[in-house]
C-alpha cells in the first residue's frame, strides 16, 4: 500500500480480467447455446 | 492436399473440434503463470516503479489488437476473392475479440499514461488511429448485425474491414511516421534488446499466451458461428418444406 502506484496497477488488472472475463464467458455461452440449437434443428428435420 | 479444403465447413470443424480444448487449457496456463511471474517475479522498473507491470499486459493486448484486424482483414479478402463463406465467419468471429484486446489496449495505456505522462490521452498519432481501428471494430460488428441477409452482410462488412485497414496501418507504423509522445517500438530485431532480460522474458511470455489464448477463442467463436450458420439454413429448409 506504499507503492503510489498501487491502484493504478490494480486498476489496469481489474479492467483486463472485466473485459477478457466477460469476452471468455460470452464466446462459451454463445457455443453452448448455438451448439444446443443446431442439435434441435436437426432434429427437428429427421 | 490443398490449404482450401478447410473452407469446407465440415472439414473445419473436424480440424478445429480436437483443437479447441487443448488450446483453452494451454492458454489458461499460459497466462496464469504469465501473470505470476509479472506481477510477482519481476522488480519495479528504476523509473516507472510498478506501473511498468501493466505493460506485460497493455503490450500483448496492443499486439494482439492489431493483428486481429490483420487477420479479419486476410480473410475478408479471401472471402470476398474466393468467396468462401467460412473465411467470413472467421472474421466475424475475430471482431469481437480484436474489440476486447483494443479496448484493453486503450485503457491500460490511458492508466499508465496518467502517472507516468501525466495525462490519461492525447490525441497522438498512434492513440488516435487505435482508437479509430477500434471504432471500426464496432462498426463491423454492428454492420453484420444490422443486415438480415448474411452473404450480402458478409460482403458489406468485408469492404468495411479493408477500408480500416489504413487505420490498422497507422496504429502499428504512426510512431515511425512521426515524432509522438507514444514512445516507439521498446522491442526491436533491427536495433538491438533495449530492454532488459527480466522484464522481456516474462513480455514474450505474456505475449505467447495472448497469442494462444486468442487462437482458442477464434477457433470457439468460428465454430460458433459455422453452427449458427447451419441451424439458419435448417430452419429455412423447414420453413419451406
Redesign the interface.
Known sequence: MS????F??L???A??AV??G???W???R??AR??A??E???R??K | MSIWRYANPAEFMRLTGWLVLPLSVLAGVMLAVGLAWA?LGTP?DYQQ???V??LF??VP?SMLAINTYAVMAVASVIGLIRGHHVSFLVAKAAA??GA?FT??SL??GA??G??MWGTWWVWDARLTSVLVMFFFYLGYMALWAAVDEPEKAAELSGVLCLVGVVFAFFARYAVNFWATLHQGASLSVAEGQRVDDVFRLPLYWMMAAFYV?FVA?LL??A??EI??R??RA??I??VAA
Open positions: 507503492d503510489p502506484y498501487f493504478y496497477v486498476g489496469a488488472y479492467a483486463t473485459i477478457l466477460w469476452l471468455v460470452s464466446t462459451y454463445a457455443n448455438m451448439r440449437e443446431l434441435d434443428a436437426e427437428h428435420r | 506481477l519495479d516503479g510498478s506501473t507491470k501493466i499486459i497493455h493486448a469481437p475479440i476486447a479496448l484493453v485503457m491500460t492508466i499508465w496518467e502517472p489464448f477463442l470457439v467463436r465454430r460458433t453452427r449458427a447451419r441451424a435448417l430452419r429448409r423447414e
